[in-house]
């Protein structure tokens, strides 16, 4: 669908961080105040596509647990309780500013099928032009490969590259990209804005991918260095 002229698409990332407290229940709150501004970015005349993760630490606390389950088939039906509740309040929120809600639940094998992401391309402009506002997360209670290894930040990416997005936004705990992991190193600096990807940048990322790779299991250094490179892609 071709894009009206000062329209933009948007693609917002919230991580579970952001929609729930430190007890693990949902921040109502956080979660209302993201709607009411993504609504209004809706009224702006814009596209918004929303990838929310939370489903399985709000699965967790509506199955009565104290903490997320340890076990892989815990943790997949946390997600398939959890995912149900958050489109609940999601839906429940988007209509008190009459935003039609759509669910897309998918995997990184979607996108590897050439057929099958033509079929996801054809489904998100379909619902963005009958002004509906899809949200997005990976296919917790099924893949297990992502549920153990996932990441939510490289799925907003690709989603975001998928559609033709103009605007990439990663709501996070973390205040930027800093040129060292500043959990680990105190003196890491943040890095403001990128311009343009420089080959001291490059070799930022390389670096880091090397120090994610010596910590990390087998299946997961797959997927962190592709998220590194579709990081540098989108930015």
């Known amino acids: ?17 952001t929609l729930t407290h430190n007890t693990g229940k ?11 501004v993504l609504s209004d970015l809706k009224n702006a005349g814009h596209e918004i596509v929303l990838v929310s993760s939370g489903a399985i630490a709000v699965g967790a606390v509506k199955l009565g647990f104290k903490s997320k389950p340890v076990t892989t088939k815990g943790l997949q039906a946390s997600a398939a309780v959890g995912q149900c509740e958050l489109m609940f309040l999601y839906d429940k929120l988007f209509s008190e500013y009459s935003v039609v809600v759509s669910q897309l639940l998918f995997s990184a094998d979607t996108l590897e099928n050439p ?3 033509a079929h ?11 002004d509906s506002l899809p949200i997005i997360n990976e296919n917790d209670s099924v893949y297990v490969e992502e549920l153990l290894n996932g990441d939510n930040d490289c799925l907003s990416a690709k989603v975001a590259t998928l559609i ?18 500043p959990n680990v190193n105190s003196n890491a600096s943040l890095i403001t804005r990128v311009d343009e990807i420089t080959e001291e940048l490059k070799a930022v990322a390389a670096e880091q991918v090397q120090k994610v790779q010596a910590v990390l299991q087998p299946s997961s250094r797959r997927q962190k260095l592709p998220q590194v490179k579709v990081y540098l892609l989108l930015l």
């Open 164 to 181: 033709d997005a103009d605007l990439l936004i990663l709501l996070t705990d973390i205040d930027g990209l800093y040129d060292d992991n």
């Open 120 to 130: 996801l391309i054809d489904t998100f402009n379909q619902l963005l032009e009958y």
């Open 115 to 117: 057929q099958e992401t």
């Open 26 to 36: 949902t921040n109502i709150a956080r979660m209302a105040k993201l709607v009411s």
């Open 1 to 17: 669908m071709a894009k009206v002229e000062g329209k933009r698409r948007i693609v917002v990332k919230v991580g579970t961080s």
